[in-house]
């Protein structure tokens, strides 16, 4: 069906109602440019950082490399000959230590071995110390100047670095070891990296790359501690490994973070400078919530509209399901407008209409064989009902012949499923031709039939024993398939009674029977006994009546 009004399709409704929504998007990103915005800040804010951490990182480095050509200068002019001398060295360093007191810890002199031999201001522990232990010794005997890795001092318990040069003879051999130590934190030395603030809530980090170790922070509780195991903060393993610059990156802590690396000149050393990211964009995270705001408007604007629209729609749907749930007939549905949800409900009305048409066909399906188009085990047992209840009325009699194919099974397995089922229909085709007019002939199985026979005159056994030779002289007959000859036997187990006995009873009885008439040699009929139809449904006892109908044989090709 067309749509004849434009303004009554649900789809320009929403079109319209979509493009305002479009348009109200567009001004706000056109005003706000989030996107735009936290890059460029986030840019900004770690382009600063990266001028902060090399700022920090070249102060740091002319500090570190200040005591080292002052250590340096001081080893030019040790005299070798007092190495021996404790008293002359002691003043010696004691009057070099006071002029010019770059060490806060002071200054110390050992031999080659890396024993201290004395030491200015005098330390409890340093003597006991053996420079050999640090991984740098040798380089400081083979003539070079070493910044030794930070460590605990052993007097104090804080975060120090030492220096260590040779000092030669006048022919250039290294007869002793000049060094100094002073805290990371000692006024004049790294102590502005502990006042310096990156925002409320940054931090600026002196990291030593070999140990993973933060030798000294704007955060007096991460100095001297370890950086997160590898793998929690990736941007800091890059910048580990040799990486320098800016990023942002999610930390250990969850955190995102704009994080600057600068290198410490004349030191493996790095500085890091660290902020969160939410803390260098406030001005994005204002105007993110003005847009939430306005998204929440949007939203209820959606709901308004989809409550508006969609009336119709869920009333039918309410009347639909109520009508499933049986509490209304099935009927059409109202039709309010002429849109979308009206063809809808038209539409539904239809399938309404072609439900009711199929109902039948449905309920033949439901109580039909899907192969052989007989009765299936539901519409047996309601005739059986019907057919007891008949013969306690007319004082007649009931018979159930329970028919298992012979030989059924090889040709199955044999020829396969198709050509099996076609033995089915072949089958079907007969013992149609075999009942009676107002006999039940039922598929309760894959190779079982069942024949419900009514009105049965005294003796009852007389009547069913006939269409059992019938049905076992029909089966017998050969069957062509592929152009060969293959036949078939059936075994039968009659079971009958006056109609006082129940459905179920009669049932078992005949399938006892049937089982009987396998043992028996198959290829035959056994009537169950009155009283296994009647009162028990197990036959326990010799069949009363049994025949031996064997056709030519069964099964044989």
């Not at 033995?423 to 075999?434: G, M, N, P, S, Y």
């Not at 060969?484 to 075994?491: H, I, T």
């Amino acid at each position: 069906m067309k749509i004849k009004r434009f303004d009554c399709s649900l789809v320009t409704r929403l079109v319209l109602f979509g493009l305002m929504l479009i348009g109200i998007s567009a001004v706000l990103r056109y005003h706000f440019l989030i996107g735009f915005l936290e890059k460029e800040q986030a840019q900004v804010a770690a382009d600063q950082q990266s001028i902060i951490a090399s700022y920090l990182a070249q102060d740091i480095g002319y500090r570190v490399q200040e005591r080292v050509r002052y250590l340096e200068r001081l080893a030019l002019h040790l005299p070798a000959a007092r190495l021996e001398d404790g008293s002359a060295m002691q003043a010696w360093l004691r009057e070099h230590q006071e002029l010019q007191p770059l060490f806060a810890q002071g200054m110390f002199v050992a031999n080659v071995n890396g024993q201290i031999l004395v030491d200015y201001p005098t330390l409890n522990g340093r003597r006991a110390l053996s420079l050999a232990d640090y991984p740098d010794f040798k380089r400081v005997l083979q003539g070079a100047t070493v910044i030794c890795p930070p460590l605990l001092s052993p007097a104090t318990g804080r975060p120090i670095m030492a220096v260590l040069t040779p000092v030669r003879e006048a022919d250039g051999r290294v007869v002793g070891i000049l060094g100094g130590s002073t805290e990371l934190t000692a006024a004049g030395f790294l102590d502005h990296l502990q006042r310096a603030q990156l925002g409320p809530t940054g931090s600026f980090l002196l990291i030593s790359p070999e140990q993973r170790m933060i030798v000294a922070s704007s955060d007096e509780a991460l100095v001297y501690t370890r950086l997160p195991a590898a793998g929690q903060d990736l941007l800091m393993d890059q910048a580990l490994q040799g990486f320098r610059g800016n990023g942002v990156g999610l930390a250990a802590n969850g955190v995102n973070e704009i994080k600057a690396f600068a290198s410490v000149p004349g030191t493996s050393w790095l500085v890091a400078a660290t902020l969160p990211l939410a803390a260098a964009l406030p001005t994005v995270e204002r105007t993110r919530a003005l847009i939430a705001r306005g998204g929440l408007i949007q939203a209820a604007m959606v709901v308004l509209a989809y409550l508006w629209f969609f009336r119709p729609l869920r009333r039918a749907a309410a009347l639909a399901d109520r009508m499933t749930r049986g509490e209304l007939p099935l009927s059409p549905l109202p039709v309010d407008r002429r849109d979308e949800v009206g063809q809808l409900t038209m539409a539904f009305n239809g399938l309404l209409a072609r439900l009711k048409l199929h109902q039948a066909e449905l309920q033949h399906q439901a109580h039909h064989d899907v192969l052989t188009g007989l009765p299936n085990r539901m519409m047996l047992a309601e005739r059986m009902q019907a057919a007891l209840t008949h013969a306690c009325r007319e004082r007649n009699g009931v018979g159930l012949l329970f028919l298992d194919l012979d030989g059924f099974k090889p040709i199955n397995d044999t020829l396969g499923h198709k050509a099996g089922d076609q033995v089915l229909q072949e089958i079907t085709r007969r013992l149609r031709q075999v009942a009676r007019h107002g006999d039940t002939l039922a598929r309760v199985g894959g190779d079982e039939f069942v024949l419900l026979v009514t009105d049965l005159r005294l003796p009852f056994e007389q009547g069913a024993q006939a269409l059992a030779e019938k049905c076992i002289k029909t089966v017998s007959e050969p069957i062509y398939l592929d152009q060969r000859q293959y036949r078939l036997g059936v075994s039968v187990g009659i079971a009958v009674c006056d109609g006082s006995c129940d459905a179920d009873s009669l049932l078992q009885a005949a399938d006892q029977a049937m089982y009987a008439a396998k043992a028996n040699g198959r290829g035959c009929y056994v009537i169950a006994p009155a009283r296994a139809a009647s009162h028990n449904p197990a036959i326990s006892a010799p069949a009363e009546t049994a025949g031996t109908t064997h056709p030519e044989g069964s099964a044989h090709s």
